[in-house]
């Protein structure tokens, strides 16, 4: 089959795929909006990512206009980010009639929009009208295609009186045109003291040969790159491609020890639970519902030098069939008391201020063992953040262009995949 | 009239079938040849330049990993033939009125999902696991001791899931050899290791060469067992052709490394052919 | 192929002399072979074990007693439920169709000299050996290529492309043994091809052309491979396991397993009693 190359121009022909997008939204009789997320594709690629929030209220108007309530909504999200009973969702049907389908199909950023890009692109319907992504690499790719729709703030009234002011400001997404936050969280260390024997505090405990095979890295390049950069002294939002080379140098470091069992996903949690690991890179709010459901002991910190802050985000796809309901669950989440319960639940830095008040309230209500236990989730710093932790967080990278991204993937993608 | 339409039944008959597999088998890979040959980033589309780079930079990325996966394939394929050659002779030989018996059991694994047999074993070989832990507890193992993400385990995941391809091969090659042929090597005073030396062994190589050809192809293809019981020391080509293609949609990329692990098993496959003679190789692809 | 050659009818031999002399030998062999069996079945038992495990948390790995539970609550998991019905569909429809066109290729095959058979023989080899990783990879290649999006149907194309080799093989197999004195003789009764076909021929191969669906069935529900490459945000019966182990095997996954695997062996056991005693009725 590679004997007879085929005649260049007919692979041109079968191969153009930008061209091939706008024709399918012709196609589909969304002529307008094809031109529209035609000319930002274009402008996206030569201005700086983000800019794409100027040309919103028109698209706003356009996209939304005819949209009208089906009854239900697909929603995609990461595992451990729900009570499995979904009280809220219940609450939501009972209160709008809407039912939900709520499935945790996200776990690693890349692998999702990989298997959604095609469909995307095409204009299919990705079988779901609400998602949660992070702010991370694909954020951008997922923007900058016009995958996302534009969301209405005439339909989100609850996020405009409840969400925290800062989320507005987020570099990833001024503004909140394509995207508002599902939950924060912070990436740190978990840890088992049974096995480890002493409690942990700082990044230098990850490369400690003391815990030789049973250290876990996340495999995600950004999450992995940040601990290097930090346990090199170096500031992940703030980096340059030189210091990348230096958060790389760390990072093989650790590996060619051994100290570094395996890179991981979502399952570093199972990892860690199954004792393969004792000390790993973890999501904050994870560990704290894996203690709950199993009755494990693992252990968070933020370490000394540093941990990350991330924002998942609700966003709707463009393709979606129920966009109008998917909005309106947006907003669900945003009542002080839903935004509580899961709060209370999940544990996960709350976009909602005003539920901490709401939870000690209720907490107060309680007795006994629930009642610390309420507490604790009320006044956690995980949950509710204070300026002595905010302090030591940092952002991810940040890329100013596609070949910057490149640069980094090669930087550090040979370390997790060799 | 009549002629005219006899001739062209088989075509009709062949026609929706091949058609299909034209569409969906042979297309797909000038699709893929093209896409190895294109530019950009999946944001803002790739475009098809001739980029040759594309083959120099996975040569130069991921060498490794091909060669690892060959080694893997080969380490597997020996102790394929060791596991399956013996079991496959009793059952030819001994296995009497019990023979179909014996290979169903054998074929057993094929009922239960590949996916979930693999995940099966590494609920077995898990670190605290009911293998690991009575080892541990009596002492006999060091308590850091693992065999999830090591290269014995990778290799056993492709054993396992590979074995009824070598066995099936070997038995039918072996079930063929008519006994009175070993029973005349006796007669003409041959011992039992000359008799199997010069007779059967002869006889049963077409089947081992057929196992290797069946094992060794999906076993150096594959990104499951390295994934579910490997380690990022054991990433074989198949894991960063799936990752390049499902992960970070680098498809120039990984259309590349998916022709070279192509081109690297295809020359291998002739070069075995050519040294076992074509015609056996035909033989076997006849089958 | 190797389907083809297992239908085989074995061949009996005679009992061998010098079995006396070879015992120990033989004993070491059948042992050898035992443990062989064991060490496959091994992860089997444990995949069934476990769908008998009183778990309690999310996580279903260490053993905590034995219950029936599960198996009421086996379709509790909504979007499992889904997947395994989507594998389902896709299989079943992928094996029909796959068994029409791969019937349509071995018969001709096997009846007919014609040009391009030759061609066909090397395409339907490399759909049988290539690794189904460059399959999917090729697909996949395709369809982002073509703009086309993935779903239920490109999972559905991609099963049938790589049945239909399986079938035509198994179908060609049975064709080139059929006795063309039957049709002969209905042709000379006045049949035409067509009633020659359906009524002679037809029932003769259809034992293979029932094993082509079987096997073209199991391809397709058990395929995670060229499936994870085709399917977008589809999630069949092999991909929810796989994205569910990265949190932890629910119970209902072994339970299903166990189900699958149950079902496989019966029709297994049952059709192979059959063709055995269609053979002693013949």
Known sequence: MSASTPDPTFLRGMTQRRLGRRDALRISGL???????????????????????????????????????????????????????????????????ITVNYQEVIQEMGPWFAKVQPQLSAGQSIGFDLMVITNSVQFAQFRDSGFLAPLDHSKLPNFAKNAAASYSKEAFDPGNVYSVPWASGMTGIAYDENKTKRPITKLADLWDPQFKGKVGMFSDTQELANFGLLKAGLNPDKSTS????????????????????????????????????????AWSGDIFQKNLSDGTNFKFVIPEEGGTIWTDNMTIPITAKAPVDAITLIDFFYGVDIAASLANYINYVCPVPAAQQQMRTSAAKLSGEDKTAALQVANSPLVFPGQDIYSKLHYYVSFDSVADQQTFQKTFEPIVLS | MNRVKRQLAPYFLVLPGGLWLLLFFAIPMIAMLSLSLQQGDVVYGYRFTFHWQNYTDAIDGYHTQLIRSL?????????????????AYWIAFYGGRRKPTYLFLLLLPFFVSFV?????????LTDEGPVLHPLKQLGLVPDSYHLLGTPEAVIGGLVYNFLPFMVLPIYVALERIDPRVVEAARDLYANPALAFRKVILPLALPGVFAGVLMSFVPMASDY???????????????QVIQSKYLVTSDYPTAAALSFILMAVLLIGIFAYARALGTEDVMKVAAR | MSVSTLQRPPVEQPVRTGRRRRFTG??????????????????????????FNDTHGRYNQSWEGFTFKWWGKVFEIEDLTKALWTSLIIAVISSLVSAAMGTGIGYALGRYRFRGSGTLNVVMFSTISSPELIMGA?????????????????????????????????????????????EEAAADLGATPWTTFWK?????????????????????????????????SVTTFPLWIWGSTRVGLPPQVNVMGTMIFAAGVLIAVVTNIRSRQGKRDR
């Open chain 1, 31 to 97: 002529s307008a909006l094809g031109a529209a997320l035609a000319a930002c594709g274009v402008q996206g690629k030569a201005k700086a990512p983000g800019a794409g929030a100027s040309a919103a209220p028109d698209a706003v108007a356009k996209y939304w206009t005819g949209k009208a309530k089906t009854g239900h909504v697909d929603f995609a999200n990461w595992p451990l980010y729900m009570d499995p009973k979904h009280p809220e969702l219940k609450q939501f049907t009972k209160e709008t009639g």
């Open chain 1, 242 to 281: 030189a210091d990348w080379d230096k958060a790389a140098d760390e990072l093989k470091k650790q590996k060619d020890l051994g100290i570094v069992r395996n890179y991981y996903d979502q399952s570093y949690v199972d990892a860690l639970g199954k004792g393969e690991v004792w000390i790993t890179q």
């Open chain 2, 71 to 87: 080694i893997y394939a080969a380490v597997g394929t020996i102790l394929l033939i060791a596991l399956a050659f013996p079991v």
């Open chain 2, 116 to 124: 979930l047999r693999t995940i099966s074993w590494r609920q077995i």
């Open chain 2, 224 to 238: 499951v067992n390295s994934e579910v019981l490997g380690s990022s020391s054991t990433t074989m080509i198949g």
């Open chain 3, 26 to 51: 033989q004993s070491m062999l059948f042992l050898y072979t035992w443990l062989v069996i064991i060490w496959l079945v091994i992860p089997i038992f444990v995949m069934i074990a476990f769908a």
């Open chain 3, 138 to 182: 090729s697909l996949l290649s395709l369809f982002v290529s073509a703009n086309l999006g993935l779903g239920a149907v490109t999972i559905t194309i991609a099963h049938i492309m790589f049945s239909i080799s399986f079938v035509a093989a198994i179908v060609r197999a049975r064709v080139v043994t059929l006795d063309r004195s039957i």
């Open chain 3, 200 to 232: 002679v021929t037809f029932p003769l191969i259809l034992p293979a052309v029932f094993s082509g669906i079987l096997l073209a069935f199991a391809l397709s529900i058990d395929d995670f491979v060229v499936t994870n490459f085709t399917a977008g």
